[in-house]
């Protein structure tokens, strides 16, 4: 992904996994499907029912509660931006979280934003996954202090969350 025109030049680049499930057991094939079940305060518009519904995972691996914390904040503010499929002339972090386990948090980054809990965390355990697609995206982070930035949605990423996670 470019990064916004106006913004500094970033530190380096950080591998996402964008998935399209397919749930069997659960109603959710939609945007507007997820803004219901989660609450989000987003009014449901025909745009978002029609908008297929993506779950994000970072490509690498980090302690499990910043794991839950990103997969979440990337998949409810849903990053867009001009692509490109030239790689950028900043680091690439490398990959560590295979495919196969990003796809197995799905529904644990889905448990997290569920509102009704008492309705639909029994039906969670019977929940069946499949990818439709998936693909690898490098996003742009510009430096902060001890942080990186989303160049777009400004969520933080500490760098010594990422230089630990490199050896696990």
């Not at 530190?11 to 749930?23: E, T």
Request: a positive charge; one cysteine or more; glycine letters at 2%.
């Amino acid at each position: 992904m470019a990064p916004p025109p106006e913004t500094e030049e970033p530190a380096c680049h950080l591998p996402f996994w964008r998935m399209k499930p397919r749930f069997s057991g659960l109603d959710l094939a939609s945007w507007a499907d997820l803004i219901r079940i989660a609450n989000l305060p987003k009014a449901i518009t025909p745009a978002f029912a029609a908008e297929p519904l993506y779950f994000w995972s970072p490509a690498f691996k980090v302690n499990p509660a910043l794991y839950a914390r990103w997969s979440r904040q990337m998949t409810v503010f849903r990053p867009v931006g001009n692509e490109t499929d030239r790689l950028p002339g900043t680091s690439l972090h490398p990959v560590t979280l295979p495919l196969a386990e990003a796809a197995d948090g799905i529904v644990i980054n889905l448990a997290q934003m569920i509102m009704d809990k008492r309705a639909l965390y029994p039906r969670l355990d019977s929940l069946r996954v499949t990818l439709e697609e998936s693909r690898l995206e490098y996003h742009p982070f510009v430096s902060n202090r001890n942080e990186l930035l989303h160049a777009r949605l400004r969520v933080a990423i500490d760098r010594t969350a990422l230089a630990y996670g490199i050896r696990m």
